[in-house]
């Protein structure tokens, strides 16, 4: 089995591969199970390190199956969560932005959370690293910043990467897959969820309007809806999420790389 990379920051994704199995369940470091997938070069899935794990050593078990299905046994390996030391954000909003985190709120977020990462469509469909889903943007909050609202500690980590453009700008799927989701949430506003297969989801959210209907099958490049300001949002931005299997990951990565299957 191996594990790329070794050490590996907060917020980012390993990819473990096992050659001469077809296929198999890792058990993850959190105690979590997510399926092995078959590859032309032996057994493969990608795993999200989440923004909350404890840093050092974490190990992960794989058993291995081959074609017929039975069992090779089981192996464990280790890799390390090393701090990313990602910056913090100070957000100023005015009275109303912030009057829309309520309890409320927050519950029924993470109930349609829960509903958008209930089932993983299994086959991985990209084939080289995701494009960004907006051309001439500005980053304007990185993925895994420390948040403090309008003078108050800083909570959360900030769960995508926040891209600053106009208003009504094109949003296009970073890659092949399926709509998965389409609908309003109370905080991330108008959304769309495209599953890409192998655990891997990508979201698009505080949308002006979405373009697509659930089911659709989309290339990447493809109209999901246009750039607005809804739900909890100072301004007009794109909130580009990206999880494998509901665990945020920084997507600035997979524009970068590609993970190979
Ligand atoms: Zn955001």
Known sequence: MRLD???????????????????G?????????????PSATGAWAVLGVGLYVPLGNATITVTGTDEAGASLGAVSARYTVVDPARPADYLVTTEETAAILTPEAGATETRLRGEQFASFDA?????TAFRHPVLGFEVSTQFGSGRSINGGPVGDFHSGEDLAVDEGVNVTAAAPGRVSWVGAMPIRGNSVIVDHGGGVKTGYHHLLDTAVVVGQQV????LLGHVGSTGFSTGPHLHWELTIFGVNVDPETWTTRTFPH
């Open 5 to 23: 990379p070794p050490f590996v920051a907060q917020g980012e994704t390993v990819l473990v591969r096992v050659n001469g199995a077809a296929g």
């Open 25 to 37: 369940t890792v058990t993850t470091a959190a105690g979590g199970k997510v399926p092995l997938l």
């Open 123 to 127: 086959t991985p469909r990209w084939r």
């Open 219 to 222: 290339e990447g490049g493809a």
